[in-house]
């Protein structure tokens, strides 16, 4: 059986929390699932999106949240961004400015072998945050793998003099990689603040924010990562530099509002 997915805009990514504040409503996800199907959209899943929701003990939200996922498919797609050999190197040139993230075939193939029995989508991709909730223990090892050397990693990187005063002074400049841009922006408070702390969770919500921004058109982070986001949209348009990220609302200041009538207006031009 084979599988094929499209990525199709306006692309949307969700973090954890605004997956659950839309699927705890019933009226939120008939929105949800209606905007994105009338825009033709994609709502981008990533193995982080579906693994955090294995740190709650609760399998309500697993519950809820698949009922969200029955409602939009088959408008989804399964992303692995992870980064790589040659991660972010380059220039600006050799970027696309909208990229297409790399298809996540280890679960293309699984879900496949699934629809190849049931031959139906929905009944293929049935449970899938539940079955991570079943076993959120093992998952729980490996999110806090991910996050700690991701910690580790913003910490060394932190104490070097030359480093933070490169970051302190970095603008987009249509030279460095969009890679390099977006992850400078969104980890510059933690770069300049060597006394900063950054836990597991930020760990996780980095690779949230950065994967929504890069790839993705309009998507729900949490307050402090809109802000974020914001900072870099502005800094790009400050600078002239012709890169295009995704525009980011969060829960505070009635975002989900925002949200939601950004995707049922949205327009290609958008």
């Known amino acids: 059986m084979l599988w094929r997915q499209t990525f199709e805009r306006p692309a949307i990514y969700l973090d954890i929390f605004a997956i659950r504040h839309i699927a705890k409503s019933l009226e939120l996800t008939q929105r949800f699932a209606e905007a994105i199907k009338s825009s033709q959209g994609t709502w981008m ?4 999106t579906v693994s955090e929701f294995a740190r709650f003990s609760d399998g309500t939200h697993s519950t809820e949240a698949d009922a969200l996922l029955r ?10 961004p992870e980064a790589g050999e040659g991660w972010g190197e380059g220039n600006f040139e050799d ?24 031959g139906d989508a929905v009944e293929a991709l049935q449970g899938v945050f539940l079955m991570l909730h079943e ?7 490996v999110l806090n793998e991910v996050a700690d050397r991701f910690i580790q990693c913003v910490e060394t990187i932190r104490t070097n003099d030359t480093y933070r005063a490169n ?8 030279v460095r990689s969009r890679m390099k841009i977006i992850s400078g922006a ?9 006394n900063s702390t950054i836990d597991k969770n930020d760990a996780l919500d980095f ?3 950065f994967n929504a921004v890069n790839y993705c058109d309009l998507t729900m982070l949490d307050g402090a990562w809109e802000r974020r986001v914001n900072a870099l949209r502005k800094s790009i348009d400050d600078s002239g530099t012709p890169m295009t990220v995704a525009r980011c609302y969060s829960l505070r200041q009635d975002g989900m509002e925002q949200f939601l009538t950004a995707l049922e207006n949205w327009q290609p031009s958008s």
């Open 135 to 141: 076993h959120r223990g093992q998952m729980g090892e």
């Open 186 to 194: 969104l980890m510059r408070d933690w770069i300049l603040d060597v």
């Open 167 to 174: 970051a302190k002074a970095s603008r987009p400049d249509g």
């Open 45 to 48: 899943f990533t193995p982080i």
């Open 207 to 209: 690779s949230h924010a």
């Open 71 to 80: 409602a939009v498919l088959p408008n989804i797609h399964l992303a692995l």
């Open 95 to 118: 970027d696309a400015d909208r990229p297409i993230p790399a298809a996540d075939e280890p679960n293309m193939d699984f879900f496949a072998r699934k629809f190849a029995q049931t």
